[in-house]
């Protein structure tokens, strides 16, 4: 099992840079692929980016491909969201996901879940 925390949401103006951390804890987290969703008022959650446990680099969703970079610092059993150049559709909670099995955009192939952040970009 895995525990997932994150953190580093807040309220910022359009333009604005954020950087999400989520803290991995009870089991390695190199060990899941881990991948980022939202879920704004009244909307489904999505998929932002999704980062395999074996290939290189992330998968991004169309919408922040340019804008948001996920990576993983496995020494510290950690994965980050920066993002850059906020806009107001940003807005929404923000939930870390780990799985052992898929590394998709579909938040129904993630076993684990965090409590969530809110990133609230105002214009």
């Known amino acids: 099992q895995v525990q997932l925390v994150e953190s580093g949401g807040g309220l910022v103006q359009a333009g604005d840079s954020l950087r999400l951390s989520c803290a991995a804890s009870?089991?390695?987290?190199?060990?899941?692929?881990m991948a980022w969703f939202r879920q704004a008022p009244g909307k489904e959650r999505e998929g932002v980016v999704s980062?395999?446990?074996?290939?290189?680099?992330?998968n991004y969703a169309d919408s922040v491909k340019g804008r948001f970079t996920m990576s993983r610092d496995n020494a510290k059993n950690t994965v980050y969201l920066q993002m850059n150049s906020l806009e107001r559709e940003d807005t929404a909670t923000y939930y870390c996901?780990?799985?052992?099995?898929?590394?998709?955009?579909?938040?129904?192939?993630?076993?684990?879940w965090g409590q969530g952040t809110q990133v609230t970009v105002s214009s």
């Open positions: 009870g089991r390695t987290a190199s060990t899941y692929a």
């Open positions: 980062f395999s446990k074996t290939l290189p680099t992330p």
């Open positions: 996901a780990a799985s052992l099995y898929w590394s998709t955009l579909t938040p129904a192939d993630y076993e684990h």
